[in-house]
């Protein structure tokens, strides 16, 4: 205390008047004790008020408490008591007191809290701890969700979903049933799926797929035993293809493990998406384009897009900076998914519908899946990130290519109004753009590793079905690029010659030789993959390359009949047969490929 009664703390701190306003006091450094504020304005320089306590009120700390009592006991009923204090940690706090049921806590929050499903899947795990799956991370969960002071003033009529609509409540209520098949059929399947189809779309991580399989359990973990069962499906069609059956009881194989799964898709989709959403849609389209109808497998991979969409997998700012196995699935999902689209767009002749500027994610890590630490919280990376030869090394540099066919779509494929407005105008603008996509491709042939280039007498058979559709995509890519200026009669090239443009002649002579040159490069590749492993013709993306090919060979050989040379017709005619005899082999594993025969 001082000796005019008052303490340290209300001498140096501001006087009533510049407290009121906020403003910075000199009265305690002045003698007097007198501010000069207090002075110019002719008022009365006092220190009489006292500081309010800030201290929070009883009855408010008493609310908080009871609310986080009543979120803890809904969590419970969904998450094992000791799983729980397991991540919240052992935290005790003595001064909470009991449940009162007369107290008052934030109605809306318990609401939304008694409507939150948490993923059995990714509860309890080898590790014992949790894993959440609703977006790529916590910023992408902020767009879905928002913050907790703007979710808490949202009118919950417009922002929830009604209780019957629910989805876990509809799941609840139909009482949907899964059936694997035995163990042994399915370790089968499994392996054969992962053996074919995850090797050229690296959709799931074998090692976490397995470990969840054992510790699933079909009565709650109802989304991944529909991923589960579509893995299934897909591994019995590919089983029966090798075989050399068409019909099961009747059926199609697989049919009968995704009939399960059918029903499960006419559920409404939550408002944030979980990996397991997108991966069912996805896998039910790869599923689908094994039938007659090709259009059918469309749609549920549109609704796989719009999923990966909304969970924000198309944004870097999604993503952690520390690499971590669920991250790197989400980008997996989403680049399968642009694969996917811009193959779609090439075998049907229309628009793409995931552009390029619509994401800036990066490329998945081309490291081993063995990398990844499974048993650990979060799936760690082990180690660096350093570039090995894996199955995610291979999907990058297809993805390249497939992005370069992406821009092919959207300048020499685009309509006239498209090329206007980006600039693609002028007289020698098929030129640029074309010299534009052939030094991208050289560049990308160039820079592709020495464990992915073509060597047709490899003894690795991994390696020789990368390369195969590796190289094969590449050689159809540039017939993609030169085919719109391609000329293939006498009378079109009389025509060029008295044109104009000087260049004319040129550029459809360059164009046709090189697409001839590309078509015979990839009839090569087709041929020795059809002497040493048929089997590498087990995805879709191999629909592409003969067909293109065979066209391109058939209106070359027809429009030059009369020039050609038999040496180079008979060769011309051995690789249309090469590519007839692909497109047979393919049809036996997917419907819709018959339909270019």
Request: aromatic letters at 10%.
């Amino acid at each position: 205390m001082t000796s005019q009664g008052r303490s340290v703390r209300d001498v140096i701190r501001s006087c009533d008047n510049c407290r009121h306003v906020k403003r910075a006091c000199d009265g305690p450094e002045r003698p007097d004790r007198v501010c000069t504020r207090c002075i110019r304005s002719s008022k009365e320089c006092s220190y009489e008020r006292t500081c309010r306590s800030r201290v929070a009120p009883k009855g408010y700390i008493q609310a908080l408490e009871t609310r986080i009592e009543k979120v803890e006991k809904i969590l419970l009923r969904h998450v094992p008591e000791a799983l729980l204090m397991q991540e919240l940690g052992s935290l005790t706090m003595p001064h909470v007191r009991a449940l009162s049921p007369s107290a008052t806590f934030h109605q809306p929050l318990i609401v939304g809290a008694e409507q939150l499903k948490v993923a059995p899947l990714f509860q309890q795990g080898p590790s014992g701890l949790s894993e959440r799956m609703a977006s790529p991370s916590d910023a992408a969960a902020l767009r879905c969700f928002g913050t907790l002071n703007s979710a808490s003033r949202r009118r919950f009529a417009f922002w929830t979903v009604p209780q019957h609509e629910f989805r876990g409540e509809m799941l609840e209520d139909r009482f949907f049933t899964f059936s694997l098949p035995p163990p042994e059929r399915l370790a089968l399947l499994v392996r054969v799926y992962f053996e074919t189809t995850n090797v050229f779309r690296p959709l799931l991580h074998r090692g976490l797929f397995e470990q969840q399989l054992v510790c699933a359990d079909p009565a709650r973990d109802k989304h991944f035993m529909a991923v589960a069962l579509l893995v299934c499906a897909l591994g019995e069609a590919q089983i029966a293809a090798d075989e050399g059956r068409q019909v099961d009881d009747g059926e199609t194989p697989g049919w009968h493990y995704f009939a399960q799964v059918e029903p499960f898709l006419r559920v409404p989709t939550p408002a944030c998406s979980q990996i397991l959403d997108v991966q069912m849609w996805y896998l039910s389209s790869l599923y689908l384009a094994h039938r007659p109808g090709i259009n059918t497998c469309l749609t549920p991979f549109s609704v796989a897009i719009q999923l990966a969409y909304q969970a924000g997998a198309h944004r870097r700012a999604s993503y952690r900076r520390q690499p971590n196995l669920m991250d790197e699935l989400w980008k997996r999902m989403f680049w399968c998914c642009v694969v996917s689209d811009r193959l779609a767009a090439s075998l049907l002749g229309r628009p793409h519908w995931i552009k390029d500027e619509s994401f800036d994610l990066d490329l998945p890590l081309e490291v081993d899946d063995s990398r990844w630490d499974i048993s650990a919280p979060g799936y760690p990376l082990l180690g660096p990130p350093v570039r090995e030869s894996c199955a995610a090394s291979f999907f990058n540099w297809q993805l390249r290519l497939y992005l370069i066919l992406g821009v092919s779509f959207r300048t020499i494929y685009a309509i006239n109004r498209s090329r206007l407005l980006m600039g693609y105008v002028g007289v020698e603008w098929d030129q640029r753009v074309t010299a534009l996509l052939d030094g991208m491709l050289r560049q990308w042939l160039d820079t592709v590793p020495d464990d992915l280039g073509w060597n047709p007498d490899t003894a690795d058979l991994t390696y020789f079905i990368k390369a195969s559709q590796l190289h094969a995509n590449m050689c159809t890519q540039r017939i993609v690029t030169h085919n719109p200026f391609m000329r293939t009669t006498a009378r079109e090239f009389v025509r060029a010659s008295q044109s104009e443009s000087p260049t004319a002649w040129l550029d459809l002579s360059t164009s046709l030789v090189i697409c001839t040159e590309a078509a015979l490069a990839c009839s090569d590749i087709l041929e020795t993959v059809l002497e040493r492993y048929p089997r590498c013709f087990a995805f879709p993306g191999w629909w592409e390359q003969p067909f293109i090919t065979g066209l391109v060979l058939l209106v070359n050989l027809f429009g030059w009949q009369t020039t050609l040379a038999d040496a180079e017709a008979e060769r011309l005619l051995r690789a249309v047969r090469v590519c007839l005899d692909t497109l047979s082999v393919i049809s036996s594993r997917f419907k819709a490929a018959a339909r270019e025969l």
